[in-house]
């Protein structure tokens, strides 16, 4: 059975800030794909441009403190998440507690959103795309729990080699000397599986794109959702859009 992140829908494209229309915080078009003015309350978290990605069904903008979510209303998932991680960011990160509470985004309608029965002994964890250790304050972490921010992901995985590659990109953001942006998310196979009651879909793989714009470099991560051996080698930007069939960044930069 074939991978394909967005089911193969064409259409993938990135709008510039200075193009977006004014769409309020959380886009509510049918079908649309929302555009950079639908993230204008938290364009801090993209590096000067909004990927937009087709995925059928509705796609939402979410704004939270320490990242931004496209959320798909047909997989209950992200689409992707984004983030911007500096220096000062990983170095507060530290210092904050996590505390463990998972919650379902009120902003979404019932029908789209996932509920924590969905996850509840499906056998998968409730995986992170914006990840809480890069969180920079209590507020910050306490809403990277939102389920607006998850998918069902293998729990070997999750608490081992995904972790890892959490773990590498804060290091690098530690130690770069300009900001590094990191987009996150979900890649299904023509016929996902779900979770729960609400049919949450499951990802055939995950994948992390992580771009330092200062020194130009961009990478990615791209892992298979299941038990087995997994290897946290970072792939090239441009196996990851074969990979994928998404285009996250303008081709001048990618």
């Known amino acids: 059975m074939g991978v394909v992140a967005m089911l193969q829908v064409p259409g993938c494209g990135v709008t510039p800030f200075e193009a977006a229309p004014g769409n309020p915080a959380v ?23 909004v990927p937009a990605v087709a995925w059928p069904g509705q796609q939402r903008a979410l704004c939270f403190e320490g990242y931004a979510v496209l959320h798909s209303g047909q997989s209950k998932t992200p689409v992707y998440s984004v983030e911007r991680l500096t220096q000062a960011s990983v170095a507060a990160a530290k210092g904050v507690k996590r505390v463990d509470h998972f919650y379902p985004e009120a902003r979404l309608p019932s029908a789209d959103r996932a509920q924590l029965a969905d996850y509840s002994g499906s056998g998968y964890d409730r995986g992170h795309m914006a990840p809480a250790g890069d969180m920079a304050t209590d507020a910050a972490k306490a809403q990277s729990f939102s389920l607006a921010n998850m998918v069902p992901q293998a729990p070997e995985l999750n ?39 609400g049919k949450v879909w499951v990802p055939s793989h995950t994948w992390k794109v992580v771009y330092a714009r200062g020194e130009r470099r961009v990478w990615a991560y791209w892992m298979e959702n299941s038990a087995g051996k997994h290897s946290p080698k970072p792939i090239s930007y441009q196996e990851f859009t074969q990979r994928s069939g998404i285009r996250l960044l303008p081709d001048s930069q990618g």
Do not use: M
Request: glycine residues 12%; aromatic residues 12%; proline residues 8%.
């Open 159 to 197: 608490q081992r080699d995904w972790n890892q590659i959490e773990q590498a990109t804060r290091k690098y953001a530690a130690r770069a000397g300009d900001d590094v942006f990191v987009f996150t998310g979900p890649a299904f196979s023509q016929r996902p599986s779900t979770v729960g009651p």
């Open 27 to 49: 886009a509510k078009a049918g079908g649309a794909t929302p555009g950079a003015g639908a993230f204008e309350q938290c364009l801090q978290h993209f590096p000067g441009f």
